[in-house]
């Protein structure tokens, strides 16, 4: 573990305790003494307050855990807004802060968003509401003028974490909010909430963002997930586990992002985000169940719309002959493509490829309107390369936004060549060739005595995700038998000197010669009350 662990970048011990008493404290995020007055005012005077939420797993938490923790402190009218991906576009715009004005709103409220929304944060305070801006993503050259405004990443912020997720964001604003009614006397001796409730909400937002697993997201993670192992959880996250035969007493931290996450996504691509939402704040356990179903059937459609673009994809780079090895970057259009579904090709397309991709698929019901979706590989920076394609070239998008490895924009279909000519070329002149190469990270070798089930069982109880990723071992095998499951996966037995093993290769429908330098993670296959070890296969070398 200590050689993992520094491998990590791990430089003091403090980074390995994840107990709550080592969180930042929440005044160091700038911002948040303002924000705690805002809503601390609104639940001393009753005002009705409006969350508007992103469309993506971190929007939806973010939301549930706003409401949730309102309402325990005391806030009687609390309600969402969530945009629509398809009619309304990215953010608080005019028109949602109409909407929930005419829904009685004196506080807006936005997770996960908000940062851009200078023009919607103006038409809500000329309606007469206040506005708090709750956001991660990276400013732009113009800040809101918000009465509030929480973020991280905004000039000033001196807050030791830059990678809070949106739910992040949202939980540490309650915890400030919480001190300021507090000191105000608010509740009797000992009454006040317990936030430490919402952090499975938190862990599940902040890993489904693929957000940096600094240490203090590491600590969110790790006592949300100390919580959903004993069952304290809200019902729709159990009803989710349920749906997904995942059992929540062995949850890890890529649990939540590969089964509990994309089902929740799911909605906010195929149908409204406003069902996740709900799923993650009901407390009815026959309601909660009934909406993770629901999630379950969009994930499946979900599904298959996927595997069709991806088709459509790869007949796309056939027919316009792109040459995916010459090429510094991807960027593809098809009036096939489902809007909600193209970040994730892109990623598929980025990892197959190894290359900065870019996908658009018409804007539903918005004339010529294309929506973009972009995911990037380390040394290309996505938002840095819009914002220079927009001063480039001022015509090409009418919005953007977004981080360094995921991003989105907005742009006509008569500007889509412009915008890929300026794409490559950018990709072409920022990206070092060598980056251009698939470079696997290992952890070395694992003897026989150090791969076994205990040290696995311990591996599975740590936090691994993006910037710490989980250990990747590399060994040479014998392949003693393989065989095909359902055309897709192969199934391996391995051998080496002292120890025999199981493993699985997804996606792999090819099978190995006698021998094989793979790369491997340990992982505990549980059956039939049964724990054994067990090799996920990621690649051979």
């Known amino acids: 573990m200590a050689r993992l662990w520094a491998a990590r970048g791990v430089a003091q011990?403090?980074?390995?305790?994840?107990?709550?008493q080592?969180?930042?404290?929440?005044?160091?995020?700038?911002?948040?003494e303002n924000a705690a007055q805002l809503l601390g005012q609104a639940v001393l005077r009753q005002q009705s307050v409006a969350i508007v939420a992103d469309y993506d797993c971190d929007g939806a938490t973010a939301c549930a855990v706003a409401i949730r923790g309102l309402r325990m402190m005391g806030a009687k009218q609390v309600f969402f807004e969530v945009p629509d991906r398809r009619l309304d576009g990215y953010g608080l715009t005019p028109s949602i802060a109409r909407r929930v004005h005419e829904r009685g709103a004196e506080i807006l409220v936005t997770v996960d968003n908000g940062i851009a929304s200078v023009q919607g944060v103006q038409a809500a305070q000329t309606l007469g509401m206040r506005v708090l801006i709750t956001d991660h993503h990276l400013p732009g050259d113009e800040l809101p003028a918000a009465d509030a405004l929480v973020n991280p990443n905004q000039p000033g912020c001196s807050f030791a974490s830059k990678h809070l997720a949106g739910v992040g964001v949202m939980f540490y604003v309650l915890l400030a909010t919480r001190a300021w009614l507090r000191e105000r006397g608010h509740w009797p001796a000992g009454g006040e909430p317990r936030l430490d409730t919402l952090l499975p909400l938190v862990a599940l937002g902040t890993v489904a963002d693929v957000v940096t697993l600094d240490a203090n997201n590491r600590r969110l993670v790790h006592l949300g997930l100390e919580r959903i192992r004993r069952g304290q959880m809200p019902a729709g996250m159990r009803a989710l586990f349920d749906v997904s035969a995942k059992p929540h007493q062995w949850v890890s931290s890529q649990d939540l992002g590969f089964s509990l996450g994309p089902r929740i996504n799911a909605a906010g691509r195929l149908a409204h985000m406003g069902l996740g939402i709900d799923c993650l704040l009901t407390e009815d356990a026959t309601q909660a169940l009934?909406?993770?179903?629901?999630?379950?059937?969009?994930?499946?459609?979900r599904r298959t719309l996927e595997d069709n673009m991806r088709e459509q994809a790869l007949a796309t780079l056939e027919q316009t002959e792109i040459d995916t090895e010459a090429s510094s970057a991807l960027c593809l259009y098809d009036d096939r493509f489902h809007e909600g579904i193209i970040g994730i090709l892109a990623?598929?397309?980025?990892?197959?490829?190894?290359?900065p991709t870019f996908v658009f698929a018409p804007a539903h019901g918005q004339g010529d309107l294309l929506k973009g979706s972009g995911r990037s590989i380390p040394g290309f920076h996505l938002r840095d390369a819009l914002d220079a394609i927009s001063k480039q070239h001022p015509e090409c998008m009418t919005q953007f936004g977004g981080h360094a490895m995921a991003a989105g924009c907005t742009l006509h279909l008569s500007h889509w060549a412009e915008f890929e000519r300026a794409f490559q070329h950018l990709a072409l002149e920022w990206i070092d060739p060598?980056?251009?190469r698939r470079i696997w990270v290992t952890d070395g070798d694992l003897t026989a005595d150090e791969l076994n089930l205990q040290?696995?069982?311990?591996?599975?109880?740590?936090?691994?995700?993006?910037?710490?990723?989980a250990p990747l071992f590399c060994s040479e095998w014998q392949v003693l038998g393989q065989r095909l499951l359902g055309e897709k996966h192969?199934?391996?037995?391995?051998?080496?000197?002292g120890q025999q093993v199981d493993a699985i290769w997804f996606g792999r429908n090819e099978t190995l010669g006698a021998s094989a330098r793979l790369l491997y993670r340990p992982q505990v296959n549980r059956w039939q009350g049964r724990e054994t070890l067990q090799l996920m296969i990621e690649g051979q070398v």
């Open 434 to 436: 060598h980056d251009l």
């Open 13 to 20: 011990l403090e980074d390995l305790d994840l107990s709550a």
């Open 290 to 301: 009934a909406c993770a179903r629901t999630l379950d059937d969009i994930n499946r459609q």
């Open 455 to 469: 040290h696995t069982l311990e591996l599975e109880l740590h936090i691994w995700g993006a910037g710490f990723p």
């Open 490 to 497: 192969l199934k391996l037995n391995l051998a080496r000197p």
């Open 22 to 32: 080592r969180l930042l404290p929440p005044s160091t995020l700038r911002g948040s």
């Open 347 to 355: 990623g598929r397309l980025k990892d197959q490829h190894h290359r």
